[in-house]
């Protein structure tokens, strides 16, 4: 069956540190690996999407690699603040519309002033 | 950008009773929504798909007769948890995709 899995349940980082999750994943051959943020009590919140065909994406701080050879992608958030403490959900599937996505159980990210 | 509503965001019930949750797409239609559980610490759970006007496809265990899933215009859909037990407590979220996926903000459901 298809898996996911997240490197850690929780993370601490000191704060301006750069913070990289892993996510990994086994019997599945994604299109697309999506990362979202999930506050305590709140749906999840889309960040990085990124393609079978392409090796990393960026946008502001947050930095993204997918390799599908190893079956995993990581995840970077670069110089590190406080507000950044959260859960980070990997997720595999599309986005075309109709079609379902896939989580992993999420790691806890505590970025420490 | 596209925003999904959930309501409510909490509902206390006695075990038993049922309980509706709505799941609408404010500014696109959403042809499919889909229904997700989560347990604490744990991902989120795909439980269901809802498709306007037909019936909806749910996962492997879940059960179709006590998760009820009306989906009757392009930017509503609903859950009804029928005769709630304890272990139904739980936090469920609906997505719908357009473009990419919006989440709404949650139902925590508590069933005492």
């Known amino acids: 069956s298809q898996k996911i899995e997240q490197n850690s349940e929780a993370l601490n980082i000191q704060e301006g540190k750069t913070a990289t999750l892993t996510c990994n994943y086994t019997?599945?051959?994604?299109?697309?690996l999506q990362w979202y943020r999930q506050d305590p009590g709140r749906g999840p919140v889309f960040l990085l999407l990124i393609r079978e065909n392409e090796k990393e994406k960026r946008k502001e701080r947050l930095k993204v690699t997918f390799d599908t050879t190893l079956k995993q992608s990581l995840f970077h958030i670069t110089a590190s603040q406080p507000a950044d403490s959260a859960t980070y959900l990997c997720a595999l599937g599309n986005l075309w519309r109709d079609d379902k996505i896939i989580f992993g159980k999420g790691t806890r990210l505590h970025i420490l002033p | 950008g596209a925003v999904v509503s959930q309501h409510p965001s909490r509902v206390i019930c006695k075990s038993g009773t049922s309980v509706k949750i709505e799941c609408r797409s404010l500014d696109f239609q959403a042809t499919t929504m889909f229904w997700y559980r989560q347990f604490p610490k744990q991902s989120l759970m795909l439980m269901a798909t809802?498709?306007?006007?037909?019936?909806?496809?749910?996962e492997q265990g879940v059960e179709k007769d006590k998760f009820l899933i009306n989906h009757a215009s392009l930017t509503l859909s609903t859950l009804t948890v029928t005769s709630a037990h304890p272990e139904d407590s739980s936090f469920y979220i609906c997505?719908?995709?357009?473009?990419?996926?919006?989440f709404g903000q949650g139902t925590r459901l508590t069933v005492v």
């Open positions: 997505s719908a995709v357009d473009a990419e996926a919006f």
């Open positions: 019997n599945y051959s994604p299109a697309y």
């Open positions: 809802s498709n306007e006007g037909s019936k909806a496809t749910y």
